[in-house]
């Protein structure tokens, strides 16, 4: 499976950087990139459970593609949200539910930093794309 450019250019921005000072540093450039949620879309209907931190999930498909926002009341939460959005963004529902999370996270140089909670919380935001998906 080919990476979506702007997944293409995170691997790139993470391969350059050594320790996990600089990954940290880089993470948080990461999240104050993604596009920031009105407080309308900060809904209970929108809220992923099963992440220790407050993140709401926005879905749409537009031509078979999927089109994702996310928000975190957490920093890092927000930098690892916006990796795992280059990721997805624009993938079909078979491509969506074949995605490797774990593998995508080790390419990036960030397994070892991921938490098991935040690690479950990443993976309930990924269920819950796939079940968007699943459901239109």
Do not use: I, Y
């Not at 490797?100 to 993976?123: A, I, K, M, V």
């Amino acid at each position: 499976m080919t990476l979506p450019e702007h997944a293409r250019q995170a691997l790139e921005a993470f391969e350059q950087v050594k320790g996990w000072e600089q990954r940290a540093r880089l993470l948080m450039q990461w999240g104050d990139r993604l596009e920031p949620l009105d407080d309308a879309e900060k809904t209970e209907a929108n809220r992923v459970h099963g992440c220790e931190s407050l993140v709401w999930l926005l879905a749409e498909q537009v031509d078979g593609q999927w089109r994702f926002k996310a928000g975190s009341d957490a920093r890092l939460l927000r930098g690892l949200l916006a990796l795992l959005l280059v990721r997805v963004q624009g993938l079909d529902s078979v491509e969506l539910a074949g995605l490797d999370l774990r593998e995508w996270f080790t390419q990036l140089g960030l397994e070892r930093q991921l938490s098991p909670s935040r690690s479950n919380g990443l993976h309930a935001v990924l269920m819950r794309m796939a079940a968007l998906a699943s459901t239109c």
